[in-house]
């Protein structure tokens, strides 16, 4: 697994998940839409203080990524750990929920 303190963009767009979910975007697009996805997911991730809530959040965790184009945003789903549920959140522009 990845570090749990810190991951550069370049870490996280080459991630096999979110290469994924930007190849069905164009291929001049896709550095903006990895980099869109980066900006929310490094804020939610760097939220959590615990071990436990990072692991679970960290980008090695994430099942899969969706791009809702009628609401904008990303629907990212994230694996069961030892210690948590399998969860999903809307990632909107800076934004989760």
């Known amino acids: 697994m990845s570090t749990l303190t810190s991951y550069s963009f370049e870490e996280v ?3 096999p998940v979110v290469q994924k979910m930007t190849s069905k975007f164009v291929s001049i697009q896709r550095d903006d839409v990895a980099r869109a ?3 929310t997911w490094i804020r939610h991730y760097n939220a959590w203080e615990s071990i436990e809530r990072k692991e679970q959040h ?4 994430i099942s899969r990524i969706a791009w809702d184009n009628k609401q ?5 789903y994230y694996k ?9 959140y809307h ?4 934004e989760w929920y």
């Open 37 to 39: 996805f980066y900006r």
């Open 72 to 76: 904008k945003l990303f629907k990212v």
């Open 58 to 61: 960290s980008i090695d965790n």
């Open 80 to 88: 069961k750990t030892k210690h948590f549920s399998p969860v999903w």
């Open 13 to 15: 767009k080459n991630h």
């Open 91 to 94: 990632y909107t522009s800076g």
